[in-house]
């Protein structure tokens, strides 16, 4: 199955941060971001990646909360 890739501003709409704020995160290798997929100079994420992400995310804040 192809990826569904999804473009860096509908990204910026998905998560409500500006262009910098993703470029902050993707500079920080902690925060273990979805890196970009580059193509003709633009910048797009795998959904399947970002779906992921979130989820991780979500586990860490309820053991967060558990503790």
């Known amino acids: ?4 890739l999804i473009p860096d501003a509908q990204v910026c709409r998905r998560y ?3 262009t910098s704020t993703l470029r ?8 273990k971001f ?3 997929i580059r193509i003709r ?3 797009f994420r795998d959904e399947d990646a970002l ?8 586990a860490a804040e309820r053991n967060e909360s558990a503790a």
């Open 24 to 31: 902050n995160w993707d500079n920080d290798p902690d925060l």
């Open 51 to 58: 779906d992921q992400f979130d989820q991780d995310r979500a």
């Open 1 to 4: 199955m192809a990826k569904r």
């Open 34 to 36: 979805p890196e970009p």
């Open 16 to 18: 409500s941060i500006h």
């Open 41 to 43: 100079n633009r910048k």
